[in-house]
Antibody, heavy 123, light 112 residues
Framework: QVQLQESGPGLVKPSETLSLTCAVSDFSISSSGYYWGWIRQPPGKGLEWIAF???????YYNPSLKSRVTISVDTSKNQFSLRVSRVTAADTAVYYCARIPLDPYRSGRFDYWGQGTLVTVSS | DIVMTQSPDSLAVSLGERATINCKSS????????????LAWYQQKPRQPPKLLISWASTRESGVPDRFSGSGSGTDFTLTITSLQAEDVAVYYCQQYYSIPVTFGGGTKVEI
């Protein structure tokens, strides 16, 4: 059973950079056939996809966030990370990490999720 | 971007009765090369992450009770919960994975 666990600061100041890490257990992040990604959910609202990445380095970003977001993978630690720069109150959300089965033709759905971590942007 | 529109926003169903949730995409999510609909359904209970229920519009994930079923093709999809149980109280989301950016519907809250 794949397990994912997010970690990072729960409070970030406006204009600073939000950094989160997702540790993956019981499954190798280097396994073929899976992307690893991030989704967020503002309090009381719906889901927004942020980005996902393959262990080899290919990555995909939501165009609405692309200019401020970086996703990276550390295969030696079996974890991946998210950075969101120049944050505002609108970036306040629960951030989830997830696994995405690779599809050879189109994109993917999210089959395993972390429990999520609330990040609040406030001074 | 493909816009996913769910209806209704919420519904109240008696225990043992049927719940029907609709999801409409702004363009077709049926890929002709493999004849698959790139549409998933998730269940999110309070203070929990979403759980993948159905992929490819109608394929239940392992361990998902058979009272959950998905149907539809192209742009119109339905999630049906037959014989609603108390543990099915949740918000349900559809998601298209036909194209980047993947997008979610706004959610449908199911209550007893």
């Amino acid at each position: 059973q794949v397990q994912l666990q997010e970690s990072g600061p729960g409070l970030v100041k406006p204009s600073e950079t939000l950094s989160l890490t997702c540790a993956v257990s019981d499954f190798s992040i280097s396994s073929s056939g899976y992307y690893w990604g991030w989704i967020r959910q503002p309090p009381g609202k719906g889901l927004e996809w942020i980005a996902f990445m393959y262990h080899s380095g290919s990555s995909y970003y939501n165009p609405s966030l692309k200019s401020r977001v970086t996703i990276s993978v550390d295969t030696s630690k079996n974890q991946f990370s998210l950075r969101v720069s120049r944050v505002t109150a609108a970036d306040t959300a629960v951030y989830y990490c997830a696994r995405i089965p690779l599809d050879p033709y189109r994109s993917g759905r999210f089959d395993y999720w972390g429990q999520g971590t609330l990040v609040t942007v406030s001074s | 971007d493909i816009v996913m529109t769910q209806s209704p926003d919420s519904l109240a169903v008696s225990l043992g009765e049927r719940a029907t949730i609709n999801c409409k995409s702004s363009q077709s999510v049926l890929y002709s090369s493999n004849n698959k609909n790139y549409l998933a359904w998730y269940q999110q209970k309070p203070r929990q992450p979403p759980k993948l229920l159905i992929s490819w519009a109608s394929t239940r994930e392992s361990g998902v009770p058979d009272r959950f079923s998905g149907s539809g093709s192209g742009t119109d999809f339905t999630l049906t919960i037959t014989s609603l149980q108390a543990e099915d109280v949740a918000v349900y989301y559809c998601q298209q994975y036909y194209s980047i950016p993947v997008t979610f519907g706004g959610g449908t809250k199911v209550e007893i």
